[in-house]
């Protein structure tokens, strides 16, 4: 059975260093979203993505923004 495509939000790094960050910061604030290998429509600096459904957008925005977390782009894609 074919899996159903959902939409997520996906964000991109300049390196490595920072998608682990982004993953050590969302499991301490117990956010939504997982690190995935970059999909294809995109390209970035590093080969990993972080992707989460779009409603927890604000949150993990506000805390890319006090934990100083760097990314590279921010996409809505179906996946």
Same mark, same amino acid.
């Given at each position: 059975?074919?899996? &159903?495509?959902?939409? $997520?939000?996906?964000?991109t790094?300049p390196?490595?260093?920072? %998608?682990?960050k982004? +993953?050590?910061?969302?499991?301490?604030?117990g956010?939504?979203?997982?690190? &995935?290998?970059?999909? $294809?429509q995109?390209?970035?600096?590093?080969?990993?993505?972080? %992707?989460?459904l779009? +409603?927890?957008?604000?949150?993990?925005e506000?805390?890319?923004?006090?934990?100083?977390?760097?990314?590279?782009?921010?996409?809505?894609?179906?996946?």
């Amino acid at each position: 059975m074919p899996r &159903i495509k959902k939409m $997520k939000v996906v964000y991109t790094f300049p390196s490595t260093v920072q %998608a682990l960050k982004m +993953e050590q910061c969302c499991k301490q604030k117990g956010l939504d979203g997982r690190l &995935i290998p970059v999909p $294809k429509q995109i390209s970035a600096g590093c080969g990993m993505a972080w %992707a989460a459904l779009p +409603e927890a957008r604000a949150s993990l925005e506000e805390m890319i923004l006090r934990e100083a977390v760097e990314i590279e782009g921010v996409y809505e894609l179906l996946l």
